[in-house]
């Protein structure tokens, strides 16, 4: 049975992080609190790792995990360019409940599944996320779930589905507010001659909050769009990424 390590606790804390660091060294899963949800993490840049991530939760290629990073720096690495409405929005947003799909570097090896070119990259808001990811570097993350089943708010809900494909479970609580993270394509600001962000998944950052710092570059609320006249708003019609499920933390 995979241990469970309340982080609350220091003594906890200092062993759970030194266990999680060595799974994620060895490819293994690791179960981690986030500002969102828990999210069941693995070396983003391991392919095995990132197929054992999906294997668990039940997932396909065509479902990839987003990357959660533990600042701009390794934002930019990851990414093929980082745009000045994008650099304002984290400035306001990170860390945070916002994940930015973006066209990945081109020069990285590595295969997170049917990503189309893109990655979504998201700052997480929790010390325990954060300490961890200062040490492994960039995770591939998606909620520590079944898919289909509610997000874990829990170590221990999350324990309860994914069991022993899971090495480590860092515990630190109930999650805060349980939202997803809000999930936005900004692929068409990279060298596109119509630039416009689009919402993939509304959640912890309303459209409001994205509006006050992005203006006319997020695409009209629904309400506004269905005033003009009928548009898809199927991520699937519009995204380069493939399209978040319903219990997809965005990563958490």
Same mark, same amino acid.
């Given at each position: 049975m995979s241990p469970i390590f309340d982080c609350r606790d220091e003594a906890q804390l200092l062993s759970g992080m030194r266990q999680a660091r060595q799974a994620i060294g060895r490819g293994d899963l690791v179960v981690i609190p986030t500002d969102t949800v828990y999210g069941v993490a693995a070396d983003a840049f391991s392919a095995k790792a990132v197929q054992k991530l999906l294997d668990a939760k039940g997932r396909t290629r065509q479902m990839p995990p987003p990357v959660l990073v533990a600042?701009? @720096?390794?934002?930019? /690495?990851? #990414?093929?360019? #980082?745009p000045e409405p994008i650099e304002r929005l984290v400035e306001e947003f990170w860390p945070g409940g916002l994940t930015i799909v973006l066209p990945a570097q081109p020069s990285l090896s590595w295969d997170l599944g049917e990503t189309r070119g893109t990655v979504a990259v998201r700052m997480p808001a929790h010390r325990i996320a954060l300490k961890l990811l200062e040490e492994t570097g960039p995770l591939a993350v998606s909620s520590a779930n079944l898919t289909g089943k509610a997000a874990g708010?829990? /170590?221990?809900?999350?324990? &309860?589905?994914?069991?022993d494909s899971v090495a480590v479970y860092l515990s630190d609580g109930p999650s805060t507010t349980g939202i997803s993270s809000t999930i936005i394509d900004a692929t068409s600001l990279v060298g596109q001659a119509e630039p416009?962000?689009?919402v993939l998944r509304e959640g912890a950052v309303s459209?409001?909050?994205?509006?006050s710092v992005l203006g006319d570059l997020l695409e009209p609320? +629904?309400? @506004?769009?269905?005033?003009?006249? +009928? #548009?898809a708003h199927e991520p699937e019609a519009v995204a380069p990424h493939p /399209? +978040?499920? +319903?219990?997809?933390? &965005? &990563?958490?």
């Open positions: 600042g701009t @720096a390794t934002l930019r /690495a990851l #990414v093929a360019e #980082v708010i829990t /170590a221990e809900d999350s324990e &309860g589905m994914l069991g416009l962000v689009r459209r409001e909050q994205l509006r609320d +629904p309400e @506004a769009d269905e005033a003009d006249g +009928p #548009v /399209a +978040p499920d +319903p219990d997809e933390p &965005g &990563g958490p």
